[in-house]
């Protein structure tokens, strides 16, 4: 993959989460456990938040990032993906999210580590901290209910 | 008139010249003795607002009045005193389960007004406030017993290769002798969630009244046999007495009750109003919540029929706790009451389809209490594997009467009492037992008792142990691969474990055994009225009524509250019967200072 400017990384980044938000869209039109089509219209609202605050960057205004440091429970780390089906539950749609969310942060890693320029480096690890961030969300939420009793 | 009388008034001026016969200091001059009884002092932290000391003041001088919000084991209550009837015996003092009433050696206290002598201590500043001196509960003294008559267990041994209770029970003196222990300061009255009339059942047994006992207990518990034997006991963590001593065994009080008696019917004297003449009332789930609905609604007038999917009502107490913690013939009695009751029992009927929708038309109101039956998956790599099973499927089967095999070498994921259950079968089977926590053993939810009973048992726990995956070995065992945690602080309470990178461990297995918790299937339920009453999670939000959000159907249990134990959701049975009466309009509607979990009688 390869960018010339911070302009197209951010777009780049920016079409990441309107993807996001239409695969959650799509997934919240399949789901049939009560309850579980709005939480994904929750996500799909989410990623268009997360594409706001990286519209925020693009015009300048660094402040949209995630500050300090973010923890890793790395609860979705070694758990196995699963693929959005109709009869999916609550748990399935915690550890897809975790696991789109993962996926997200890794790219913006693995985009850190091959790019030369500091300027464009800093700006992904910027992008991987968001992602983690999103990531710890779902983590927090899967501890905190499914694995209450563990 | 005499000579002396006439002159007396004079000869009395005369003395007021003369050295006086009284004690001429001043007053405060003279210190109180080190160990005077003189105004109170209260810490009103330690303070639990039990009320002891003004159940024991024999001149009533005590009333117990609101200063803050009631807690959990504080009533909110705090002691005042009124010196004009006091006589600073000190009784007060030396029955105070938390230790917190004590009298300064203060004893002069002047003031025109005759109200200032009745005050709260510790909540109204005194200057005697954190006197050293004064009189406190002698060091080793009590009136109250701090010891529990202690329960007999079965040796651990010999329990592995029994499938009998390992609780033995307390005979009739000992029984008596633990009731005789009780202050009856109700504290866990407000604890327990069904509000079960604890002090009263407790005084009837230390008056050797067990059918009064029995009666009071069955005021709003309709499986109390079960509570007396696996409770999780919210009562007991609020004692008053266990501030400084050993908690009263109510748990124990109520299964001796419960225990002496056979023929519930022939004792229980219910009079109730039936109300319920003509009206239909369908419950689907015979657990502790649908049982609880069903049995005091029926003895109301109400025809009810119980809906079970399982060959056998009570929910989890009959598929998932082990029977060495609550026997079968337990269960088979409280299920006799039902019948005697006249609740018509359908068991080995799964409710499906539309059936839903046709109750709704031919009862009065229906009642869902189907509990959370569909384990939570571990997630891991192999887990699909043969030889890794579900703790609730395997307790199930166990209790059904199935063939269980489990191998000599079991290894049991999760913290809760599932686990524990699992973990002590599989002991019982013949099994060497592991248990991994992905947590601290402190964060474990089982009950503390269960996981000490467990590792007497032999089971080893291996807390801050995160599953990464399960492989088949060559010789077709299971090798359980997991990872050591730490633990990482969180700001919603308790710390989250982080698997700490690059270690593994390896234990070969012949089952994996999960059991990290359960949710709710409400895959029975047409989808219209199921997105009317559930939520993402499973879980049934329900109104002060009990009523979900469709009309006319009812929930509780583990569907509903999230303590996941049986006396919540016999609570919210409770609520339920409560609810139903006042949507069909026999009861009023329910005034807001009303608690929602009703109190209620039957006598």
Redesign the interface.
């Known amino acids: 993959m390869q960018f010339d400017s911070i302009e197209e990384i951010l777009d780049f980044a920016i079409g990441k989460e309107m993807e996001a938000h239409d695969m959650y869209m799509d997934i919240a039109g399949k789901v049939?456990?009560?309850?579980?089509e709005?939480?994904f219209l929750e996500l799909a609202q989410m990623e268009l938040g997360h594409k706001a605050r990286l519209e925020q960057v693009k015009a300048g205004d660094l402040s949209g990032f995630a500050a300090g440091e973010v923890?890793?429970?790395?609860i979705s780390?070694?758990?196995?993906d699963v693929k959005p089906h109709p009869?999916m539950?609550?748990?399935e749609?915690l550890?897809f999210a975790m696991k789109a969310e993962q996926r997200a942060h890794d790219l913006y890693v693995d985009l850190a580590r091959a790019t030369s320029d500091p300027g464009l480096r800093e700006l992904f690890k910027g992008l991987a901290k968001e992602e983690l961030k999103h990531k710890l969300f779902f983590e927090?939420e899967y501890?905190?209910?499914?694995?209450?009793?563990? | 008139m005499s000579l002396k009388n006439t002159l007396a008034p004079f000869s009395a001026w005369m003395q007021a010249f003369s050295k006086p016969f009284t004690v001429p200091d001043e007053p405060g001059v003279r210190p109180g003795a080190p160990r005077y009884r003189g105004w109170h002092i209260n810490d009103r932290e330690t303070c639990i607002g039990c009320g002891t000391c003004a159940e024991i003041c024999q001149n009533v001088a005590i009333d117990m009045v609101p200063v803050d919000e009631p807690t959990k084991g504080d009533s909110g209550l705090r002691p005042k005193v009124d010196y004009g009837r006091c006589c600073w015996c000190a009784l007060c003092v030396d029955v105070c389960p938390s230790g917190s009433l004590a009298m300064s050696n203060e004893y002069v206290w002047v003031d025109h007004d005759g109200d200032a002598f009745r005050y709260t201590p510790g909540v109204d500043e005194k200057p005697w406030d954190g006197a050293e001196l004064g009189w406190r509960k002698d060091e080793g003294f009590d009136i109250v017993d701090h010891e529990r008559v202690p329960m007999g267990h079965l040796d651990p041994e010999e329990r592995i290769h029994t499938w009998a209770e390992v609780v033995v029970g307390y005979t009739e003196e000992e029984a008596r002798r633990e009731a005789a222990r009780c202050v009856e300061c109700g504290l866990c009255v407000a604890a327990c969630p069904a509000h079960m009339h604890i002090p009263d059942y407790i005084a009837a047994i230390r008056d050797g009244d067990d059918v009064r006992a029995l009666n009071v207990i069955y005021d709003n518990n309709s499986m109390p046999e079960m509570c007396g034997k696996v409770c999780t006991r919210r009562c007991e963590s609020v004692c008053s007495i266990g501030v400084n001593g050993d908690p009263l065994a109510i748990r124990w009080l109520k299964r001796y009750v419960t225990e002496r008696f056979d023929d519930l019917k022939s004792v229980l004297d219910v009079d109730v109003e039936r109300v319920g003449e003509g009206r239909k009332i369908a419950v689907i789930g015979g657990g502790p919540s649908g049982i609880t609905v069903a049995y005091y609604l029926a003895i109301r007038g109400f025809e009810v029929t119980i809906h079970e999917a399982l060959p056998q009502l009570g929910g989890a107490t009959f598929f998932g706790i082990p029977k060495y913690r609550f026997p079968m013939p337990s269960l088979e009695k409280q299920i006799k009451l039902l019948e005697d009751a006249g609740v018509k029992i359908v068991t080995n009927h799964r409710v499906e389809g539309d059936e839903l929708r046709r109750m709704l038309e031919e009862n009065d109101a229906v009642f869902i209490g189907t509990g959370l039956m569909?384990p939570?998956?571990l997630?891991?790599?192999g887990?699909d594997l043969p030889g890794v099973v579900y703790a609730l499927d395997l307790l199930r089967d166990k209790n059904i009467g199935r063939e269980v095999e489990v191998g000599e070498r079991v290894v049991v994921?999760?913290?809760?009492n599932?686990?524990i259950d699992a973990a002590r079968v599989s002991r019982r089977l013949g099994a060497e037992v592991t248990i991994a926590?992905?947590?601290r053993i402190v964060d474990m939810?089982a009950d503390d008792e269960e996981i000490e009973d467990a590792e007497a048992e032999g089971v080893e726990i291996i807390p801050q142990a995160?599953?990464?995956?399960v492989e088949r070995t060559d010789d077709g065992r299971l090798d359980f691969v997991w990872?050591p945690a730490e633990m990482?602080p969180?700001d919603?309470g308790r710390p989250?474990p982080?698997?700490i990178?690059g270690v593994e461990h390896h234990m070969v297995v012949d089952r994996v055994i999960v059991?990290?918790?359960q949710?709710a299937d409400?895959?029975w339920m047409p989808?219209d009225i199921?997105?009317?009453?559930?939520?993402?999670?499973?879980w049934i939000t329900v109104d002060h009524n009990g009523m979900t959000g469709h009309r006319g159907i009812f929930a509780g249990g583990d569907l509903v509250n999230d303590t996941a134990d049986a006396i919540s959701a016999i609570a919210d049975g409770l609520r339920a019967v409560e609810g139903i009466q006042r949507f069909l309009g026999i009861l009023p509607e329910r005034e807001e200072t009303e608690p929602e979990i009703p109190v209620i009688t039957v006598r």
């Open positions: 049939k456990r009560p309850g579980l709005k939480t923890q890793n429970l790395k780390d070694h758990l196995v009869n539950d609550y748990q749609a550890l927090t501890d905190d209910v499914i694995l209450e009793g563990n | 569909k939570y998956r997630g891991a790599e887990e994921v999760g913290g809760g599932v686990a926590y992905r947590r939810p995160i599953p990464l995956r990872g990482v969180s919603r989250r982080k698997l990178e059991a990290i918790g949710s409400h895959s989808p199921a997105e009317k009453v559930a939520d993402a999670k499973g």
